[in-house]
């Protein structure tokens, strides 16, 4: 099964970019992973679909600040001019036929 | 729009069984997958299982699989999950989540039901 890998801090300051990547076990490639955002004491919010190629589709509402790429095994996501209000947990996800994954998060924090 | 509408909190003592319901509105439950996926306190997600509406096939994730089950009532649009033996380490919140397919990124979830297993 998919194995989906993130570090389990960063950091940014405000009005920064900042790049949080999940990377996709060998063996694996080119599949389709989601992210989503879950700030503190909330549910997750779904974020966007990012395939193999680097194509994104965001979610209704989310805004332009967050992006999505990828090379190789890595898959990113890009918050641009980072707000306050985006620190938060990042999950990445992934599925095949038998099971459905996610990273182990990445808690964003400003600097 | 999807709409996901959880049951309240739950305490339970080791050993027994709970049923956590999620509502959906703005669809009909038949037309979605439905997955539950599960966090622990101060831990990450946990996908526990998903319901196919295509082939009507529930997945169990192994860790969990003989202890729970996922359920549907498609006359008033509500997915069920009963877990069984309940132990310590099931203190989590819950959340049902669906998407546009069964084979397709998670992106509506419930607000998620917190159970306590406490003696």
């Known amino acids: 099964q998919p194995v989906l890998t993130q570090s389990s801090s960063a950091s940014a300051s405000l009005g920064s970019s900042v790049k949080l990547t999940c990377t996709l076990s060998?063996?694996?490639?080119?599949?389709?992973i989601a992210w989503h955002q879950q700030q503190p004491g909330k549910a997750p919010r779904y974020l966007m679909k990012?395939?193999?190629?680097?194509?994104?589709n965001k979610g209704s509402g989310v805004p332009d600040r967050f992006s999505g790429s990828s090379s190789g095994a890595d898959y990113y996501l890009t918050i641009s001019n980072f707000q306050s209000e985006d620190e938060a947990d990042y999950y990445c996800e992934t599925w095949d036929s038998n099971t459905r994954v996610f990273g182990g998060g990445t808690k964003l924090t400003v600097l | 729009q999807v709409q996901l509408v959880q049951s309240g909190a739950e305490v339970k003592k080791p050993g027994a069984s709970v049923k956590v319901s999620c509502k959906v509105s703005?669809?009909?439950?038949?037309?979605?997958?439905m997955h539950w996926v599960r966090q622990a306190p101060g831990k990450g997600l946990e996908w526990m299982g998903g319901?196919?509406?295509?082939?009507?096939?529930?997945i169990y994730a192994q860790k969990i699989q003989g202890r729970v089950i996922m359920t549907a009532d498609t006359s008033t649009d509500t997915a069920y999950m009963e877990l069984r033996s309940l132990g310590s380490q099931d203190t989590a919140v819950y959340y049902c989540?669906?998407?546009?397919?069964?084979?397709?990124?998670?992106?509506?979830w419930g607000q998620g039901t917190l159970v306590t297993v406490s003696s």
């Open positions: 060998s063996g694996h490639i080119r599949y389709i």
């Open positions: 703005g669809y009909t439950l038949t037309e979605l997958p």
């Open positions: 319901f196919d509406p295509v082939d009507g096939e529930t």
């Open positions: 989540a669906t998407g546009r397919g069964y084979f397709a990124p998670i992106d509506y």
């Open positions: 990012l395939e193999g190629s680097g194509s994104y």
